[in-house]
Nanobody, 115 residues
Framework: QVQLVESGGGLVQPGGSLRLSCTTSGIMFSIYRMAWYRQAPGKQRELVAGISSGGNTNYADSVKGRFTVSRDNAKNTVYLQMNSLKPEDTAVYYC?????????WGQGTQVTVSS
């Protein structure tokens, strides 16, 4: 059974930092492209950051320079370090694992940026 379990979300003040983790099981983690998406109320789900099996990364323009995606294949875990958080970063953040046409999703973790 495939599982993607996110953690690390919460409430943080503007300018603060959070680190999200997504631990997977049931997949050969190292060969999957991993990504973080987010969905704010009333908006479509959008790609935040992705990291290939080879470690190549890509980011949404809105988070470049503030967020960093990384992976630890030994721990079957992908991370999203979020710095300089803004209220517009408030959303449910989802972990995604994809290879060819197969995709798996986590249940999401809420990130709220508010004073």
């Amino acid at each position: 059974q495939v599982q993607l379990v996110e953690s690390g979300g919460g409430l943080v003040q503007p300018g603060g930092s959070l680190r999200l983790s997504c631990t997977t099981s049931g997949i050969m983690f190292s060969i999957y492209r991993m990504a973080w998406y987010r969905q704010a109320p009333g908006k479509q789900r959008e790609l935040v950051a992705g990291i290939s099996s080879g470690g190549n990364t890509n980011y949404a323009d809105s988070v470049k320079g503030r967020f960093t995606v990384s992976r630890d294949n030994a721990k079957n875990t992908v991370y999203l370090q979020m710095n300089s958080l803004k209220p517009e970063d408030t959303a449910v953040y989802y972990c995604n694992a994809q290879i060819v046409a197969v995709a798996y999703w986590g249940q999401g973790t809420q990130v709220t940026v508010s004073s």
